[in-house]
């Protein structure tokens, strides 16, 4: 069973930043590739940010220049530096953990973050 569980989630002002973290856990897997999605209220869920087990890493648009993701393959841990927050940044944050066998996808529970102006 893998489990995934993410935090660093908070409220903070307009320009300030944040660091997501997201953790895995279980027995006999490898991860080929981690990823951070966020959902707004009222709206569907889209990818923020992904990197795969060799480092290359995917930036939506609207994130670009002021996100980074970055990993630790041997703590299977993935984080989300977030610098010059936004409003529209608010929402909740999920990661998602896709196994080497397979490319089973796992998904957290998910972080809430809110910036507020």
């Known amino acids: 069973q893998v489990q995934v569980v993410e935090s660093g989630g908070g409220l903070v002002q307009y320009g300030g930043s944040l660091r997501l973290s997201c953790a895995a856990s279980g027995r006999g897997f490898s991860i080929y590739a981690m990823a951070w999605y966020r959902q707004a209220p009222g709206k569907e869920r889209e990818l923020v940010a992904d990197?795969?087990?060799?480092?290359?890493?995917n930036y939506a648009d609207a994130v670009k220049g002021r996100f980074t993701i970055s990993r630790d393959n041997a703590k299977k841990t993935a984080y989300l530096q977030m610098n010059s927050l936004k409003p529209e940044d608010t929402g909740v944050y999920f990661c998602k953990i896709t196994s080497s066998l397979l490319h089973r996808n796992y998904w957290g529970q998910g972080t809430q973050v809110t910036v507020s102006s």
């Open positions: 990197i795969t087990i060799d480092g290359i890493t």
